[in-house]
């Protein structure tokens, strides 16, 4: 049986950059704020002196999150500078879309469109530029506002966020799914084929501008 403080670091994995806060990780974990706040400060021990361990516990703003050390920033770096992998998943296509359409939106919103967890494919985003946190939503918890960059504009060739696609058809004219969610990938999301499209081609120009 899992101890309180693997759950603990388990939560904060899946919760991602948006983290958790101290009321959601008692009510998670059945525990009282006294007791997180011990749980948290052995787990925070543990990972500063494990020297396996690549991650760190913060407590910022009533959040409690999970980030990469300073030790390994570099070779961290080193994955996003160098583009690895060089295609976008499918799952980053997706969040990178509803982003795209629903902006500012918060990852529970994402989630709840998607029906997954988004943590992962939205720190890839982020490492990559595509998208940025630009504010927090005024709800409780105060979860991260995500929106696109102007380096999403230019990544894809758009010059502003009108250029893209009409998607107006993929929405059954607001109406929902049986399961309260949105279908925004009915055919297999055309904006997401629409945007591995521009990447391919982003690709080709590359190749050819080497070769020049």
């Known amino acids: 049986m899992a101890t309180k403080i693997a759950e603990l670091k388990a939560l904060l994995y899946v919760a991602g950059d948006n983290g958790l806060t101290e009321h959601e990780l008692c009510q998670l974990l059945q525990i009282t704020s006294p007791a997180l706040r011990e749980l948290s400060q052995k787990l925070a021990q543990h990972l500063n002196q494990d020297e396996f361990e690549g991650l760190q516990l913060k407590h910022i703003e009533n959040q409690y999150k999970l980030l990469t050390k300073s ?15 060089k295609a976008l998943s499918q799952s980053a296509f997706e969040i990178l879309s509803i982003i795209a359409y629903r902006q500012p939106i918060t990852r529970i919103e994402i989630d709840e469109l998607r029906g997954v967890n988004s943590s992962g494919a939205l720190q890839t985003l982020i490492w990559r530029g595509l998208i940025a946190v630009e504010g927090k939503k005024d709800v409780a918890g105060r979860p991260n506002l995500y929106v696109t960059t102007p380096y999403f504009l230019q990544y894809f060739g758009y010059q502003s966020l009108s250029q893209l696609p009409d998607i107006t058809h993929f929405e059954s004219d607001g109406e929902e799914t049986p399961a309260g969610q949105i279908d925004l990938f009915e055919s297999k999301g055309k904006m997401d084929n629409d945007l591995s499209r521009m990447e391919n081609q982003k690709n080709l120009t590359d190749e050819e501008n080497n070769n020049e």
């Open 71 to 85: 030790e390994v920033s570099s070779v961290v770096m080193t994955y996003f500078q160098d583009d690895l992998p």
